[in-house]
C-alpha cells in the first residue's frame, strides 16, 4: 500500500481541514502544498501569480508536487494541480488520490475572495467554469471519491480511516508501515 493519501478538489472542499483531521486520525504528516511553493518562493500564492502570470505560477506548483518526498503524510496540494501531469503522475506513484467532491451550489456558498485564496481564473472564466473544467480531471486521477454529505468533515474523516484500515487490513498490514 502507498504510504500517503493526497486530497484533491476544488478551493474550499476540504483539502486543509479534511487532511489535518485525517492525518491526526491516523497519527500521519499534514502537508499543505501551497505551504510548501510559499516557503520555497518566499512568496504568497496571490503574488507569485501576479508576478509570474498563471503558466509561471502552474510551472513552480507542478515542480513543487511533483518533487514532494514524503512517507505516512496526507498531502493537500492547490486545486489546480491537476493541470499538471508530471505531479499527478509522481502523487499517484506515492499515495493514494482521493478526490473530495462539492456539488457547484455549494461551493460556490463556501468560497469568499478568489484571489486572495490564490486561485487561478483564466481571464473572463467564472466559477462555473473552472468548476466545469476541473471536476472531470479530479475524477480522471482519483483512486477514491468521497462527497461531503450532511455529515460534515467529521463523516468524511471516519469514511475515508475506514478506507485506509480495510486496504491495511486487505494488504496483511498492521497499524505501522
Given at each position: 500500500?502507498?504510504?500517503?493519501?493526497?486530497?484533491?478538489?476544488?478551493?474550499?472542499?476540504?483539502?486543509?481541514t479534511?487532511?489535518?483531521?485525517?492525518?491526526?486520525?491516523?497519527?500521519?504528516?499534514?502537508?499543505?502544498?501551497?505551504?510548501?511553493?510559499?516557503?520555497?518562493?518566499?512568496?504568497?500564492?496571490?503574488?507569485?501569480?501576479?508576478?509570474?502570470?498563471?503558466?509561471?505560477?502552474?510551472?513552480?506548483?507542478?515542480?513543487?508536487?511533483a518533487?514532494l518526498?514524503?512517507?505516512?503524510?496526507?498531502?493537500?496540494?492547490?486545486?489546480?494541480?491537476?493541470?499538471?501531469?508530471?505531479?499527478?503522475?509522481?502523487?499517484?506513484?506515492?499515495?493514494?488520490?482521493?478526490?473530495?467532491?462539492?456539488?457547484?451550489?455549494?461551493?460556490?456558498?463556501?468560497?469568499?475572495?478568489?484571489?486572495?485564496?490564490?486561485?487561478?481564473?483564466?481571464?473572463?472564466?467564472?466559477?462555473?467554469?473552472?468548476?466545469?473544467?476541473?471536476?472531470?480531471?479530479?475524477?480522471?486521477?482519483?483512486?477514491?471519491?468521497?462527497?461531503?454529505?450532511?455529515?460534515?468533515?467529521?463523516?468524511v474523516?471516519?469514511?475515508?480511516?475506514?478506507?485506509?484500515?480495510?486496504t491495511?487490513?486487505?494488504?496483511?498490514?498492521?497499524?505501522?508501515?
Amino acid at each position: 500500500m502507498k504510504s500517503n493519501i493526497t486530497l484533491i478538489g476544488m478551493p474550499g472542499s476540504g483539502k486543509s481541514t479534511i487532511g489535518v483531521l485525517l492525518a491526526k486520525r491516523l497519527g500521519y504528516s499534514f502537508v499543505d502544498v501551497d505551504i510548501v511553493i510559499q516557503e520555497k518562493t518566499g512568496k504568497l500564492l496571490k503574488e507569485l501569480i501576479a508576478r509570474k502570470g498563471i503558466a509561471g505560477f502552474l510551472q513552480v506548483e507542478e515542480q513543487v508536487n511533483a518533487g514532494l518526498d514524503v512517507r505516512h503524510s496526507v498531502i493537500a496540494p492547490g486545486g489546480s494541480v491537476v493541470y499538471g501531469n508530471r505531479a499527478m503522475t509522481h502523487l499517484k506513484a506515492i499515495s493514494q488520490v482521493v478526490y473530495l467532491k462539492l456539488s457547484y451550489e455549494e461551493l460556490k456558498r463556501r468560497l469568499g475572495d478568489l484571489t486572495d485564496r490564490g486561485v487561478i481564473l483564466k481571464p473572463g472564466m467564472t466559477l462555473r467554469d473552472l468548476y466545469e473544467e476541473r471536476c472531470p480531471l479530479y475524477e480522471q486521477y482519483a483512486d477514491i471519491t468521497v462527497s461531503e454529505g450532511a455529515g460534515g468533515p467529521g463523516a468524511v474523516v471516519d469514511e475515508l480511516r475506514d478506507i485506509v484500515e480495510r486496504t491495511r487490513e486487505k494488504e496483511g498490514l498492521s497499524g505501522d508501515y
